[in-house]
Structures are given as C-alpha cells and as structure tokens.
C-alpha cells in the first residue's frame, strides 16, 4: 500500500501564490508519472499538470502560471501556483502512479485533496 499525504491549501487573494505539496511513502518501487487534478463545485474532475520522466503537461487554463516538480529521491510532488484567479478555486488532488516494490504491480493513487480558494 502506498499513502499520499497532501500540504499547503489555503486562501488567498488574486493575484498571490500557492504551493501545494505532496509526498508519497509505502511500499513504492518506482513512480511512473505524478500529478494534480482539481474539482469545482458542481464541475467533473480536471486535469492541472502531470509530470513523468519525459516531462510536463499543463491544462491551458493554468499554463505559464504553474509550475509542476518532483524530487524522486523523496517522492514528492509540488505545484507552484502563481497569479491565481478565482477560478482557480477548487480541491486540488494528488494523483501517483506508482510501482510497488515486491510485486511490481502498478496502481494510480489519489491523495485526500486540498482546499484553494482565491477570493476576488
């Protein structure tokens, strides 16, 4: 099993930053790709940015305002907001595709999710 343990929501005004923050522990062999989703009230599940390997992915709303990054050697995922807008308000989850050591199965976890909210 894997946890996800999520950090840094809160509320801000337009215009200010945020940084959320993520760390996976358990029994993790290696991770494939980490991300942020978020969820509006009333609104599907969306896609902020994702980061593997390869590189990064940004949802049009958010690029060049965030910035996704990951330390492998600590599992961790961070998303650096900036200029946030009240749109931006949502529950931001964690999303980690993770290989478990012993089996290496694979299997994506989502952690508990964090408020933002960015009051105009």
């Known amino acids: 099993q894997v946890q996800l343990v999520e950090s840094g929501g809160g509320l801000v005004q337009a215009g200010g930053s945020l940084r959320l923050s993520c760390a996976a522990s358990?029994?993790?062999?290696?991770?494939?790709?980490m991300g942020w989703y978020r969820q509006a009230p009333g609104k599907q599940r969306e896609l902020v940015a994702h980061i593997t390997g390869s590189g990064t992915k940004y949802a049009d709303s958010v690029n060049g305002r965030f910035a996704i990054t990951r330390d492998n050697a600590k599992n961790t995922v961070s998303l650096k907001m900036n200029s946030l807008k009240p749109e931006d308000t949502a529950v931001y989850y964690c999303?980690?595709?993770?290989?478990?050591?012993?089996?290496?199965?694979?299997?994506?976890?989502w952690g508990q999710g964090t408020q933002v909210t960015v009051s105009s």
């Open positions: 999303n980690v595709d993770v290989v478990h050591s012993g089996s290496y199965t694979s299997r994506i976890y």
């Open positions: 358990g029994s993790i062999f290696t991770i494939n790709a």
